[in-house]
T-cell receptor, first 113, second 114 residues
């Protein structure tokens, strides 16, 4: 059973538009961690954020912000005022137990000038 | 600081050949992970080492795959014999002490088996 669902396969926006990436997860554990990673066209995976299940405080880092809602099992990611350099595949991941990462299928973000 | 270093970046070989992928984790990290990324299956964990000991190898697809971590600064993933369906990008990642610490990934090895 898929534990992390990223329903959006691809999102295309014009530069300076905001874009929100959805992530819905499934777990029976009370302690778990959620992550977002970015994979630019060059192929490497870049860690963006980690959030534990006890911290529902939203977070903002520059143009990035994350909205964690346990009630809906969602951990959404918003890029404000998108730029061409934001074009990448973004992965949401869930970690339970010892830390095995289970990735979603990823969302391709295409930002055009 | 140096990140996770993988070699080679690209490997093209004929089916039946042995393939060895190499990884140097970030210094001080005691957990190491091997992943495979394909279009069909996405990112899959193959094996996880903690303090050089394999903890979970349930993702290793079959006996043709083997992984070793002889010391804290080096790991290998070997495929023997290789098959075309092994073509993928293989990532190595490492993390520091403590469960659920962020995993930091290498640039990956793009493997093509002809």
């Amino acid at each position: 059973a898929q534990k992390v669902t990223q329903a959006q396969t691809e999102i295309s926006v014009v530069e300076k538009e905001d874009v929100t990436l959805d992530c819905v997860y499934e777990t029976r554990d009370t302690t778990y961690y959620l992550f977002w990673y970015k994979q630019p066209p060059s192929g490497e995976l870049v860690f963006l954020i980690r959030r534990n299940s006890f911290d529902e405080q939203n977070e903002i880092s520059g143009r990035y912000s994350w909205n964690f809602q346990k009630s809906t099992s969602s951990f959404n990611f918003t890029i404000t005022a998108s730029q061409v350099v934001d074009s990448a595949v973004y992965f949401c991941a869930l970690s339970e137990g010892w830390g095995k990462l289970q990735f979603g299928a990823g969302t391709q973000v295409v930002v055009t000038p | 600081d140096a990140g996770v270093i993988q070699s080679p970046r690209h490997e093209v070989t004929e089916m039946g050949q042995e393939v060895t992928l190499r990884c140097k984790p970030i210094s001080g990290h005691n957990s190491l992970f091997w992943y495979r990324q394909t279009m069909m299956r996405g990112l899959e964990l193959l094996i996880y080492f903690n303090n050089n000991v394999p903890i979970d190898d349930s993702g290793m697809p079959e006996d043709r795959f083997s992984a070793k971590m002889p010391n804290a600064s080096f790991s290998t993933l070997k495929i023997q014999p290789s098959e075309p369906r092994d073509s993928a990008v293989y990532f190595c990642a490492s993390s520091s002490t403590g469960t659920n610490q962020p995993q930091h990934f290498g640039d990956g090895t793009r493997l093509s088996i002809l």
